[in-house]
């Protein structure tokens, strides 16, 4: 028989026993739906995160430092290579040599200090650092009340929400509701900060430099002293940040952000130049780390060797995300396992189904092969029910699916609306899943219907038709 | 045949032939012989007429011919196919287009219309839909239902479902008509309308007919021979000789 004939006769049988064959493609149908809405729910929450790893930056950025800085680690490749002493400074030329590496944005010094800051004559310690332009999209600063830095050198600052409770002396007791960034915020715009800080100064340090002076860079590089004048440097504060845009970099993260060119103007005196000191071969600045922005995520492997092969250490989170994404592929399994356990039980019901037909259409089987119908065609009929039904549950069950995805998500972002929190998509029904449901529930059918589709071909003629 | 000289040359090749047929069947302890060595012959355009009361083995004869049953030994040779040596493929075949079987009980199906269960060979035969609908309707015609095509068989008399299974069995044009109790289930004056219409397509379409029946009167009005069976076993085979007298006069008068 040709396949439109067999759809046609198989869409007329299904009709026959509407109710029984309807109530088994709904069956197919809820299969089909917990399946989508699993799997939906994973790709949904896994491009929840690569989104929101994406921005934060983690995954293009390779964090440098040299071999002096990170010792005793325990790490196979500390070991390796030259000793501490020998290995490379992280300066300013090794910083630019970086920046020239194929596939790098930028390359910029990690600022990092401890200092005191004034607000309303009251000091406040706190952990500082710079930031760069680029800055601006990590999607930490999403949610951030006030403006970026306009300026790379603008005298500026953007707190971490938790500062600005310190500021205000409203840290919250351990477990009440925190407040709001913008009730923080309004208070705190606009209004200064006077930063206290050690500055670095070449020696002799006989007139008395301004705040904001480039260093002198008149290569008298044999002078190797330097003294440490204390500053102030006022600050305006420009925005308030909701979420902690160094989360990664644990107990040094810093409250505090400056834009990067003001910070290096400053030239504040880093913890490192402390290490350095009997070593210092001028005044130039060493950094204790650099963060290098590589243009995509694929690439930070080859730039990470690059930067090893000139001897300093790099860290990023690539090892981090390979076994994220294991853990997605581990998750991806489970919810595909119990949305094809729905799919499984609806699968019997297709066999019950069919083993019920046969019993109820022993007859006319019987008069199809009397009048020419050959075991093959018997066969195909069988086939050909119970890929409608799988289909027709399939496109039934993708739509269901879809709309449990949409109504969960719906309630999920009404409820982080009340919490505050923007909005997010955790549920995700790509083309590939509707195809591959609809050709799944298909194929799951098919195979449900070998038993009776064969047990319907061997039926003996003569047999069926004995009996009224 | 001598009693019946007005039979064409095409008439003394020989449709189905049978020899030492057996059909065995086990129930349990008990083997049943339903067919139990019949050798038989059926001239191509021949009417014959199998006779038996209930349990003789004429429907299992009549089933072994169709193709639907395989013989336990003996040999069965239709239109010179050895029937025993088919695949289930090529049986199946055989039956669509060598053979068209009318049934006691019509054997519709009840879901489809007329014209969807005449159809239905040919759908098998993978003829196409345009042609397929021309040949059924011209089938339908043929036997007096082109106006209740679109009707299903529960919504027929017994006497209009006869007569569109008839137009099913007619469909692929098939050299052999095998009706198995064509007139159990239908009055007399239907079944002889019936049985007029199969001897007009033995007549004018020079089709083969076996026909199987325990009505001995119907079978002196319609057969040329008539084939006794009791017990599984050939017991009588002659030539009916009023229906010979019949077709003489027939023939005589064209």
């Given at each position: 028989?040709?396949i ?9 049988n ?12 709904i ?65 300013e ?14 390359a ?16 406040h ?10 800055a ?11 403006t ?5 050198n ?46 670095r ?20 590089v044999?002078?190797?002293?330097y ?71 694929a690439?930070v ?16 989170i690539?090892?981090a ?14 919810l ?8 499984t ?8 189904t069919?083993?019920?037909?046969i ?13 020419g ?11 050909a029910?119970?890929g ?28 982080l609306?009340?919490q ?21 529930a298909?194929l ?18 003569v047999?069926a038709?004995?009996?009224? | ?12 090749t ?25 050798s ?6 021949e ?5 038996g009361?209930s ?21 069965v040779?239709?239109?010179e ?28 199906i ?15 035969a ?29 919504e ?5 479902q ?22 159990g ?20 379409l ?48 064209s």
């Open positions: 028989m040709k439109p004939d067999l759809t046609e006769l198989a869409l007329r299904l009709r026959e026993s509407l109710l029984r064959n309807s109530l088994t493609t069956g197919i149908s809820v299969g089909v739906a917990s399946l989508v809405a699993m799997l939906s729910l994973g790709t949904g929450l896994q491009q929840l995160f690569s989104r929101r790893l994406a921005k934060s930056g983690l995954f293009d950025t390779v964090l440098v430092s040299s071999r002096r800085e990170l010792r005793g680690m325990g790490r196979e490749e500390e070991r390796k290579g030259p000793t501490p002493g020998e290995s490379r400074i992280l300066d030329p090794a910083r630019l040599e970086i920046e020239r590496l194929p596939n790098v944005t930028e910029y010094p990690d600022i990092r200090f401890v200092t005191e800051l004034r607000y309303e004559d009251k000091p310690l706190t952990m500082i650092s710079a930031l760069p332009q680029s601006k999209s990590n999607d930490a600063f999403d949610g951030m009340q006030g970026f830095f306009s300026s790379d603008e005298a500026a600052v953007i707190l971490q929400k938790s500062f600005a409770e310190e500021l205000l002396g409203k840290t919250p007791p351990l477990g009440a509701a925190e407040p709001s960034v913008a009730e923080l915020a309004k208070p705190l715009l606009g209004k200064e900060l006077t930063m206290r800080y050690a500055q100064q070449a020696a002799p340090a006989t007139q008395t430099p301004l705040a904001n002076e480039p260093a002198p860079s008149d290569g008298s044999t002078s190797a002293a003294s440490v004048v204390s500053r102030e440097q006022k600050l305006r504060i420009v925005g308030i940040s909701d979420l902690d845009p160094e989360s990664m970099r644990g107990p040094t993260r810093a409250k505090v952000f400056l834009p990067l060119k003001l910070a290096e103007s400053l030239h504040v005196m880093l913890p490192t130049d402390l290490r350095e000191i009997s070593r210092a071969a001028s005044d130039q600045p060493v950094y204790s780390s650099i963060s290098v922005r590589v243009k995509n995520p690439q492997e080859g730039v990470e060797d690059a930067i090893k092969k000139m001897g300093f250490t790099t860290f990023s690539l090892d995300s390979n076994s994220l994404r294991q853990v997605f592929r581990v998750l991806y399994a489970f595909g396992i119990f949305g094809s356990l729905a799919l039980v609806a699968s019997i019901g297709i066999v019950n069919l083993v019920m037909a019993l109820e259409r022993r007859r006319e089987i019987g008069i199809m092969k009397a009048i119908a050959s075991d093959a065609d018997v066969k195909k009929l069988f086939f029910e119970a409608a039904m799988g289909i027709l549950g399939g496109i039934v069950g993708v739509v269901l699916g879809w709309a449990i995805g949409q109504i969960i998500n719906l309630g999920i972002n009404i409820y609306k009340s505050s929190v923007p909005p997010e998509h955790f549920w995700a029904v790509p083309l590939w899943l509707v195809v591959f449901s609809i050709i799944f298909f799951v059918s098919l195979v449900s219907g070998l038993y009776p589709a064969s047990r319907a071909a061997k039926l003996d003629p047999q038709l004995r009996y009224e | 045949m001598t009693t019946a000289p007005a039979v064409s040359a095409a008439r003394d020989v449709a189905i032939r049978s020899q030492n047929l057996c059909r065995h069947y086990r129930m349990g302890e008990t083997l049943i012989r339903a067919v139990d060595g019949v038989l012959e059926v001239r191509a355009g009417f014959v007429a199998l006779l009361s349990g003789s083995g004429k429907s299992s004869v009549l089933n072994l011919i169709a193709g639907l049953d395989r013989p336990t030994s003996g040999s040779v239709v239109q196919r050895d029937l025993a040596q088919l695949s289930r493929e090529e049986l199946a075949k055989y039956r669509l287009h060598v053979v068209g079987m009318v049934f006691q009980s019509f054997n519709l009840p879901s489809m219309t007329l014209q969807e269960n005449v159809e239905l060979p040919l759908r098998f993978e003829v196409d839909r345009s042609r397929r609908q021309t040949l059924a309707r011209d089938a339908l015609e043929r036997v007096g239902l082109r106006a209740r095509m679109e009707h299903r068989p529960s027929l008399s017994g006497g209009e006869q007569r569109a299974a008839l137009a099913r069995a007619l469909i692929n044009r098939p050299q052999l008509l095998l009706a198995d109790e064509p007139t289930n239908l009055d007399s004056h239907t079944g002889t309308e019936i049985l007029d219409m199969v001897r007009e397509f033995n007549r004018e020079g089709m083969t007919v076996v026909m199987v029946t325990h009505e001995r009167a119907l079978a002196e009005r319609y057969a040329e021979r008539m084939i006794f069976l009791a017990d599984g076993k050939l017991i009588d085979d002659r030539p009916n000789a009023a229906a010979a007298l019949d077709l003489r006069a027939e023939g005589g008068e």
